[in-house]
């Protein structure tokens, strides 16, 4: 018979949803555990409430806390239809309206870098296919966690994080080597990224409009309410006629008012109504 969740357990999981909007249901007190015992190891705490009157007396020790409970899974070209369907039709088809000069990007929950570096690519990749093409792109790429935005500004992986989803003629070409297994990304893939800590759950008006909105792979760890409350944000943030991509795993919920359900063979994409 499982142990049923303590009392500290129960007062973490509402302090973590309340700054971050993850939800941990009562079966994850070991994950949270796991995750946490080096902080309080190294800050001298034994028990999950002593943590918590720590927390908020130290905004440092909460930053490292949710960095440590984010989940930062992440591969380059993940899921590979979202990267297509840019290529080659969105970009076309804002090619082809010729009203825009500089196509705006979101990747929200960007990890450690992969997905906002893998539609630079994606672009670069157009680009050599269509010698005329006449459009800038900025993509602007955000996550809760400031460690994985730290490390996500170097460019810097190893070789092994670089071989999960990415081919080695890709690699060969928008990376240079280092020294111990170490590649970085060359800066021509860099330099249209900029990276800016935001937390979905706050006003989102700063981040200004998009043609294209990546929210991919997030939505899951959030309650309903705080999945559609996000959704209609993002919404907002998106330019007339701009698209939305949500992980493949990830649901619109009831949201038909606001998003267009466009299918692609093989993916699917929202498109602002």
């Known amino acids: 018979m499982q142990k049923p969740p303590s009392n500290a357990y129960h007062d973490f999981t509402e302090y973590l949803q309340q700054k971050s909007g993850i939800t941990l249901g009562s079966e994850k007190e070991y994950l949270v555990n796991s995750r946490l015992k080096h902080i309080m190891f190294e800050n001298g705490i034994v028990k999950l409430d002593d943590l918590l009157k720590q927390l908020k007396l130290n905004s440092n020790l909460c930053s490292r806390v949710i960095d440590a409970m984010t989940t930062n899974e992440t591969l380059w070209f993940r899921d590979s239809h979202p990267f297509e369907i840019l290529k080659n039709r969105i970009i076309p088809e804002l090619l082809k309206a010729n009203k825009h000069s500089t196509i705006r990007i979101w990747s929200a929950a ?101 043609e294209v909105i990546f929210c991919r792979n997030v939505l899951i760890y959030f309650t309903n309410e705080l999945k559609r409350e996000i959704l209609v944000k993002l919404h907002k943030q998106l330019k007339p006629g701009g698209y939305l991509f949500i992980g493949a795993g990830e649901s619109m919920l009831d949201l038909s008012d606001y998003f267009e359900l466009i299918h692609f063979k093989p993916g699917i994409v929202y498109k602002k109504k």
């Open 110 to 210: 960007c990890s450690t870098g992969q997905e906002p570096f893998s539609i630079s690519m994606a672009f670069d990749e157009y680009k050599n296919k269509h010698p005329n093409f006449n459009l800038n792109f900025n993509t602007f790429a955000t996550d809760l966690s400031s460690k994985v935005l730290e490390s996500a500004k170097k460019g810097i992986y190893h070789e092994l994080a670089i071989e999960r989803g990415l081919s080695k003629s890709a690699k060969q070409k928008y990376f240079t080597e280092m020294d111990d297994g170490y590649w970085k990304i060359n800066t021509e893939m860099m330099k249209n990224v900029k990276f800016e800590s935001i937390n979905l759950k706050d006003n989102l008006s700063r981040a200004g409009q998009f």
